[in-house]
């Protein structure tokens, strides 16, 4: 058993390919047309880290309750993870990208973290796992 794929809600599918490509690195695994359940054009689009078998859906929303929910799909809290292995070159290449950092980098005993936003406003932590810290 493993969690194959899950759902964020976008805004439009391009820019949300745009910043998962190209700001953090995933890999585009499919962009295809697809239909709502009532026959309307769509697209699924996944995207995943390099080496992952857990994807993401970036689902645009429809409708007005799906918009409301753009950035606030876990209420606030950071609900995603993304460990990487030089966290140094992460934050670099991020801010320069111009993400959204909430805070500056820190140590915690589980490793080195800082909470930034993706393109539709969910909190993630970047994560380095304590060990595979350089310096």
């Known amino acids: 058993m493993r969690v194959e794929l899950f759902s964020l809600l976008v805004d439009d599918y391009d ?3 745009a910043f998962f490509t190209g700001v953090l690195g995933f890999e585009l695994v499919e962009d295809s047309p697809s239909l709502t359940n009532d026959g309307r054009a769509k697209r699924w689009v996944v995207v995943r880290p390099p080496g992952a078998q ?3 859906l970036l689902a645009r929303a429809d409708g007005e309750r799906q ?10 809290r950071v609900g995603f993870f993304l460990r ?7 934050y670099a290449r991020m801010s320069a990208a111009g993400v959204e950092f909430l805070g500056t ?3 915690e005993p589980y490793g080195r973290v800082v ?6 406003g969910n909190k ?10 350089r310096g």
Do not use: K, S
């Open 105 to 107: 980098p820190r140590t």
């Open 15 to 17: 820019q949300a390919i």
């Open 84 to 90: 990487v292995d030089d966290f140094d070159a992460a």
């Open 67 to 76: 918009r409301a929910a753009i950035g606030e799909q876990t209420a606030g």
């Open 54 to 56: 857990t994807g993401i």
């Open 115 to 120: 909470v930034f936003r993706d393109i539709a």
């Open 124 to 133: 993630w932590d970047l994560l380095e796992e304590v060990g595979r810290q």
